[in-house]
């Protein structure tokens, strides 16, 4: 396993923690990116974050943890 596929796990795992302590479905905290934050991720795409499958693009990385209300240090794991 690369490290890279590390990062995105930890960053998936994150990210569904988050969401979830703020009663997002992933529909809803899609739909809050594309609206608030012009960034493009639907539910599928979300999902696959979630499970480290995709990884997160800078901008998504920042329009994430701003919906999420955490830092990006924290997505990361840092």
């Known amino acids: 396993m690369s490290l890279s596929q590390v990062k995105g796990n930890i960053v998936g795992k994150k990210i569904k923690e988050a969401r979830q302590k703020?009663?997002?479905?992933?529909?809803?905290?899609?739909?809050?990116?594309?609206v608030d934050y012009n960034v493009n991720l639907e539910r599928v795409?979300?999902?696959?974050?979630?499970?480290?499958?995709?990884?997160?693009?800078?901008?998504?990385?920042?329009?994430?943890?701003?919906v999420l209300n955490v830092t990006p240090n924290w997505l990361m794991g840092w």
Do not use: Y
Not at 22 to 34: I, M, W, Y
């Open 45 to 66: 795409q979300i999902s696959t974050i979630e499970r480290g499958i995709r990884s997160v693009k800078d901008k998504e990385l920042d329009a994430i943890a701003r």
């Open 22 to 34: 703020l009663g997002l479905s992933q529909v809803e905290f899609a739909a809050t990116l594309c």
